[in-house]
């Protein structure tokens, strides 16, 4: 007979490049928010928090937002606590707007 324990997840901020707009953060929201066993906490342009229960639910993550069309990497990791809010913004006048038609 075998006995499972839940552990606390690990919440993770990944920095993520190339994002400028309300569509790269609904790109890479979708994209998170695929990854089984992994929690959303926020999306912003530039950064994600993520709750994961293990390296594998992590490595998921990742790779599902270089899928996207992002480069990314952890930059912090923390026990899970609290809540976190979502946001976005656009910049227009960026040019890497153009290439993920965002922004217009």
């Given at each position: 007979?075998?006995?499972?324990?839940?552990?606390?997840?690990?919440?993770y901020t990944?920095?993520?490049?190339?994002?400028?707009?309300?569509?790269?953060?609904?790109?890479?929201?979708?994209?998170?928010?695929r990854v089984?066993?992994?929690?959303?906490?926020?999306?912003?342009?530039?950064?994600?928090?993520?709750?994961?229960?293990?390296?594998?639910?992590?490595?998921?993550?990742?790779?599902?937002?270089?899928?996207?069309?992002?480069?990314?990497?952890?930059?912090?990791?923390?026990?899970?606590?609290?809540?976190?809010?979502?946001?976005?913004?656009?910049?227009?006048?960026?040019?890497?707007?153009?290439?993920?038609?965002?922004?217009?």
């Amino acid at each position: 007979m075998s006995a499972t324990t839940q552990s606390q997840p690990t919440r993770y901020t990944l920095a993520i490049d190339d994002m400028s707009c309300g569509h790269c953060v609904r790109a890479v929201s979708g994209a998170l928010g695929r990854v089984p066993g992994v929690t959303v906490r926020s999306v912003a342009v530039g950064n994600a928090e993520i709750e994961a229960p293990d390296g594998l639910s992590v490595a998921a993550a990742l790779a599902a937002v270089e899928e996207a069309g992002y480069p990314v990497r952890i930059r912090e990791t923390s026990p899970s606590n609290g809540t976190a809010t979502q946001s976005a913004c656009c910049d227009s006048g960026n040019p890497g707007n153009a290439r993920r038609g965002c922004c217009g």
